[in-house]
């Protein structure tokens, strides 16, 4: 058993469906007595007197080839000779459709009749006309042998370019021999070729030349094709065979051997494999089974108990194949336990790593943190009590259709310009409703400011209305640029609308242009006047402008981006922009005193609230949030969280802080 395991290891074919199977060697262990193990073919015809062997074991044999020859016929069959019918009597193990007294007659079960042990590595190859010279490979000077077409285009057997015998290079052309493809063209004329049978063939003794085939006369007298010599040779009566009842027996000619089975005297009894030793001719057996024989009345139990056995070792052989494949699968998930083992192992020590580092980010961040309260609470304002500038949402005006893009605040009104192209007017002191709402714009309302009791509006339609906050009717259209206003502002009886890289200054009384400022790198989105001075906002910087001159007189640089909004106070020029940050200068020195670092997305807003606790700087950003400063000590001291969507504009008026956002929303705080 032992044995039979080492054996029965499995493969990728025997696990679709294709299993192991004995050779002829095992059957004829079980089957024949003195079994010569013979060559294999696939095909047997058998001659008109032996018609009556039923029982033939075939072989699958090799594919045949021009570089061994045409392949090597041979076969086994049991067979004996029956005098009385004068037939060749079938031979087999199981019986099949044979009574059970021809069984019994039978001389043995399985024995084996096969070619004569010629050599099988030479087959002649003798051809029966003149062969044509062009069928010859230059290199061996024998006909093609599996040719194929090489690199250069010459054809040579496959045999002499792969095995380099003749050397790597053409003799042709002295190119290095390589195979590209078979020559089937060539093949297939070879295989029209007449040669004789190999059993019409015998070696030149007489010439003294052991390696030349010769036809024989007193052989198979036959051609055929090359491509055809496999299927005649299969069956050609002149083929060398042996007796199938002992090996001992002299080889002899298909054609002979119903005459030897008449009278040969070395059957053996059919119950050989059980251990019976007789051996004598066809009429001493028929006496043996009949008289002597102890088997033979137990051969219908013999017969079933090999059935059985042979039941058991299929199922055994099952059994064995599927332990093998067990054993296959468990080493499969051995391996793949390990793997996991493994990989745990790094992913347990990656984990304590991990956790060591953070464990000492931690140490650190609270080192930081515990060095900035102390440094907080050493500061001279470490006596201000938070608490008394918190903030909280007081109520939302709501009636927009579209974002709110700007607020601008007038006494005790409120106006807020949206992207539904118009502009309400809130009461902010008694009823804290919308009292007007104000349309003539045909885009987004994007900038508001007042002057005297005039409303100056700019939108993406390219225009400037002009609005009596008395009657609340448009009384002028300045149709400023050709593209959007993106801001106004108001300043010594000017008018100053902010565009695409320009700034347009209008006289405030005859709305008539005076001058146009150019120069700037950007979209001017935030413009804001104080006394004396014009800042303007646009693509990384904020250029300042004398207003009784109109000259730039300072540009102070960033590096945020875009300048979305600009805010002073009595100290400081602060602008937001699209990187998220407020950049502070000191407004005397033009020097940039901090960076207020805390919004995650573009500060579009900014707006100053002077308070019992100091001035508060109010920031609105795309990430939904306002922010509190105190320039006291340039720190966020609220977050306020109400929006929807972004908060894109702010104004102060009556102490209280609007803010409007793209949720339609204006929210008051306070």
Avoid at 214 to 225: I, M, N, Q, R
Avoid at 442 to 471: F, K, M
Avoid at 533 to 548: M, V
Avoid at 566 to 595: F, P
Wanted: charged share 20%; glycine share 6%; aromatic share 8%.
């Amino acid at each position: 058993m032992a044995n039979r395991n080492a054996g029965m290891r499995f493969s990728d074919n025997a696990m679709s469906g294709e299993f192991f199977q004995p050779d002829a060697s095992t059957v004829s262990k079980d089957m024949v007595n003195g079994y010569r193990e013979a060559p294999v073919v696939t095909h047997v015809r058998l001659p008109p007197a032996a018609q009556s062997v039923s029982h033939v074991r075939l072989t699958p044999a090799a594919q045949p080839s021009l570089d061994s020859g045409i392949g090597s016929p041979s076969l086994t069959v049991s067979a004996a000779y029956n005098s009385k019918s004068d037939k060749l009597l079938p031979r087999t193990s199981l019986g099949g459709a044979m009574s059970p007294r021809q069984r019994s007659q039978s001389n043995t079960s399985g024995k084996s009749f096969s070619n004569s042990m010629e050599d099988e590595k030479e087959v002649p190859l003798i051809f029966a006309d003149a062969t044509n010279k062009k069928l010859f490979c230059i290199l061996c000077r024998k006909v093609y042998q599996d040719p194929v077409i090489t690199v250069c285009g010459h054809t040579f057997c496959r045999a002499c370019v792969t095995s380099k015998r003749h050397g790597d290079v053409c003799p042709v052309d002295n190119s290095m021999l390589s195979v590209v493809v078979a020559n089937i063209a060539v093949s297939e004329q070879i295989g029209e070729l007449l040669v004789h049978c190999r059993y019409g063939c015998r070696r030149d003794d007489e010439g003294g030349k052991d390696n030349v085939w010769v036809h024989d006369s007193a052989g198979c007298p036959e051609t055929t094709k090359i491509h055809n010599r496999r299927e005649h040779e299969e069956q050609c009566r002149f083929r060398t065979v042996q007796c199938p009842n002992n090996p001992t027996c002299p080889a002899m000619r298909w054609a002979d051997m119903e005459e030897h089975l008449r009278h040969c005297e070395n059957l053996s009894c059919p119950h050989i494999k059980y251990g019976c030793t007789f051996c004598g001719t066809h009429e001493e057996l028929e006496s043996h089974l009949d008289v002597v024989c102890k088997y033979e009345p137990l051969k219908d139990f013999l017969k079933d108990t090999d059935e059985r056995l042979n039941e058991l070792q299929t199922s055994l052989q099952q059994k064995e194949q599927e332990i093998g494949f067990l054993r296959s699968m468990l080493g499969k998930v051995s391996e793949r336990v390990e793997m996991m083992e493994v990989k745990s192992e790094q992913v347990h020590e990656q984990t304590v790593g991990d956790i060591n580092i953070t464990r000492r980010d931690c140490d650190f961040l609270m080192t930081e943190l515990e060095s900035m309260r102390n440094s907080i609470a050493q500061t001279q304002y470490s006596a201000y009590d938070p608490l008394q500038g918190i903030f909280k949402c007081k109520g939302t005006f709501v009636g927009h259709l579209g974002p709110v893009w700007v607020l601008c605040a007038h006494g005790d009104y409120l106006f807020s310009g949206s992207s539904d192209n118009t502009i309400k007017v809130w009461d902010t002191s008694t009823s804290y409703r919308c009292i007007k709402t104000l349309e003539k714009h045909t885009g987004i309302v994007l900038a508001l400011c007042v002057h005297g009791n005039r409303l100056y509006s700019g939108s993406a339609d390219n225009t400037i209305n002009v609005w009596d906050l008395a009657t609340w009717d448009c009384v002028e259209t300045i149709h400023s640029n050709e593209n959007h206003v993106c801001t106004l502002a108001t300043a010594k009886n000017c008018l100053f609308s902010g565009s695409l890289k320009i700034i347009k200054v209008w006289n405030i009384n005859t709305y008539e242009l005076q001058i146009t400022i150019t120069g700037i790198n950007h979209w001017v989105r935030a413009m804001v006047v104080s006394q004396n001075h014009l800042y303007c906002g646009s693509y990384q910087t904020i250029t300042i402008w004398d207003l009784d001159k109109l000259q730039c007189v300072n540009v102070l640089e960033t590096s945020g981006g875009s300048v979305y909004s600009i805010a002073l106070t009595n100290q400081y020029i602060l602008c937001g922009t699209y990187e998220n940050c407020i950049h502070v200068w000191n407004l005397e020195t033009l020097e940039q005193v901090s960076k207020l670092t805390g919004h995650s997305g573009t500060v579009y807003a900014l707006t100053v609230l002077n308070t019992q606790a100091g001035t508060k700087v109010f920031s609105a950003s795309y990430d939904r949030s306002l922010r509190v400063w105190s320039l006291d000590n340039m720190l966020c001291t609220q977050t306020l969280l109400r929006h929807k969507g972004s908060v894109t504009c702010l104004v102060v008026s009556r102490g209280m802080v609007f803010s409007g956002g793209v949720d339609s929303t204006v929210k008051v705080w306070a």
